[in-house]
């Protein structure tokens, strides 16, 4: 039981240390933030460029797991101003602690029935839309995994 719980331990530092930025990449590439900016659509519509913020590799224990579970997710916000993912990026710190507190305070049930992803979208479009001070704001959940 205490070697199945070191390996666990050993194995999500190698995850979180090794894959982990591998596979986030942290901060959005500029070809996803670059957009469509300035560039006409269909019958001569501007697209608005589109920016991504993440939060990657967010890990909490659900409320009621005593620390036997956890939840690793990462968090894509998409905003269609530079002005709007400025703030998000300022106020990285507190908007990964929010986020955190508030996927941490669920149970596994409310993690695991049908319909949760878009439950923890929609906390955390509300928490978004404080932090980016933006009408248009989506949230996605590239990464969402219960173990």
């Known amino acids: 039981?205490?070697?199945a719980a070191g390996a666990l331990v050993v194995g999500l530092g190698l995850g979180l240390i090794v894959v982990g930025p591998r596979l986030g990449g942290g901060a959005a590439?500029?070809?996803a933030t670059a957009?469509?900016?300035g560039h006409e659509g269909k019958g001569d519509q501007k697209v608005e460029a589109r920016r991504i913020f993440r939060l990657d590799n967010i890990i909490v224990n659900p409320a009621g797991t005593?620390?036997?579970r956890f939840l690793i997710v990462s968090v894509a916000v998409e905003v269609t101003s530079e002005a709007a993912?400025?703030?998000l990026k300022a106020s990285e710190?507190?908007?990964r602690d929010a986020?955190?507190?508030m996927i941490e305070r669920m149970t596994l049930t409310q993690l695991t029935q049908v319909g949760a992803r878009d439950s923890v979208k929609a906390g955390v479009l509300e928490f978004a839309k404080k932090y980016?001070?933006?009408s248009t704001v989506h949230v996605y959940l590239p990464q969402f995994l219960i173990q």
Do not use: K
């Open 66 to 68: 005593q620390g036997q």
């Open 35 to 37: 957009g469509a900016e």
């Open 85 to 87: 993912e400025a703030r």
């Open 99 to 101: 986020v955190t507190g």
């Open 132 to 134: 980016a001070a933006a």
């Open 1 to 3: 039981m205490v070697f």
């Open 93 to 95: 710190v507190p908007f």
């Open 29 to 31: 590439p500029a070809a």
